[in-house]
């Protein structure tokens, strides 16, 4: 009983948060206006170099437990 209460507290959770992932960011400013800052509304944020070090650590993991897989069925 107590595993079916937590089951369904989480997916209550889950469906009233997700209330507010529903809202809209802001209008893109007007053309020719840059504010003074000269910077667009997605704040130029690279994501290139950290995207291949995600990537490469995934790799690295799903490695480690595929290593771990096979040692297992080896001592088997």
Same mark, same amino acid.
């Given at each position: 009983?107590?595993?079916?209460? $937590? ?8 469906? $009233? *948060? ?6 809209? *960011?802001? =209008?893109? =400013? =007007?053309? *020719? ?29 799903? *490695? ?10 080896? &001592? &088997?």
């Amino acid at each position: 009983m107590k595993n079916i209460a $937590i089951k369904l507290m989480i997916v209550a959770s889950l469906s $009233i *948060g997700s209330k507010a992932l529903l809202a809209q *960011g802001p =209008p893109p =400013p =007007p053309p *020719g206006d840059h504010g003074g800052t000269g910077n667009t509304t997605g704040g130029n944020a690279p994501i290139g170099g950290g995207l291949f070090i995600l990537m490469g650590l995934g790799a690295a993991y799903g *490695g480690k437990k595929l290593y771990d897989l096979r040692q297992e069925s080896l &001592e &088997e």
